[in-house]
């Protein structure tokens, strides 16, 4: 089993501002790498309505120690009303990769 690690799940407006948020994790240090997928569309309900919109996804590798305090920190840097934030654990992976992910986590 991988060490307490997590892949943080989250989504932005667009590519430009999920690559600033990106760079600002890891300059924090609450992240050791972020995967953005630059064009994804959601479908939801907002406000009683089905709602379509563009959006960018972000996959963010880290820590579970550190998941409350990315959370936090992307609430704050976030403009949406209610950011999608979900944790998933890692299960197995690569051991040098696992090694490497929990070493750049600070």
Do not use: F
């Not at 949406?80 to 090694?99: F, H, M, Q, R, T």
């Amino acid at each position: 089993m991988a060490k307490e690690l997590r892949l943080v799940y989250v989504t932005h407006e667009n590519h430009a501002k999920a690559k600033a948020l990106a760079r600002k994790l890891l300059k924090e240090r609450l992240v050791a790498c972020v995967n953005i997928l630059p064009h994804t569309e959601a479908v939801y309900w907002w406000k009683d309505r089905i709602e379509a919109c563009p959006e960018a996804a972000l996959l963010c590798k880290t820590t579970a120690k550190n998941v409350p305090k990315l959370i936090k920190r992307i609430k704050q840097l976030h403009p949406y009303d209610i950011p999608c934030v979900l944790s998933l654990k890692v299960e197995k992976g690569n051991p040098a990769y696992l090694n490497w992910l929990e070493k750049e986590c600070r």
